[in-house]
């Protein structure tokens, strides 16, 4: 699944743009490695993302199309 999408569809990002223009300035990672939109999750990747002076870091635990408001934190885990 796209980046993007997966963040949105998480709920960790409300808004598929917003995780579209954070992903392409450069403020995300998966496994160390600067994500652009388009990148893959996939079970398992860790997703670093910079909100202002902080860093969030989330494991992927599943990647869904469709998912539940109440589903959606079984889909990452907070590290």
């Keep these: 699944m ?3 999408k997966y963040l949105k569809v998480s709920r960790i990002i409300k808004r598929r743009t917003v995780a579209n223009e954070v ?14 939109p388009s990148s893959e999750v996939k079970p398992g990747d860790i997703i ?17 199309e469709h998912v539940t408001k109440e589903n959606a934190v079984h889909m990452y885990r907070e590290l």
Excluded: P, T
């Design 48 to 64: 670093a993302i910079q909100f202002g002076d902080r860093i969030r870091q989330y494991e992927v635990l599943a990647v869904d």
């Design 23 to 36: 992903s392409s300035q450069g403020r995300i990672q998966i496994n160390g490695r600067v994500a652009k």
């Design 2 to 4: 796209r980046l993007d």
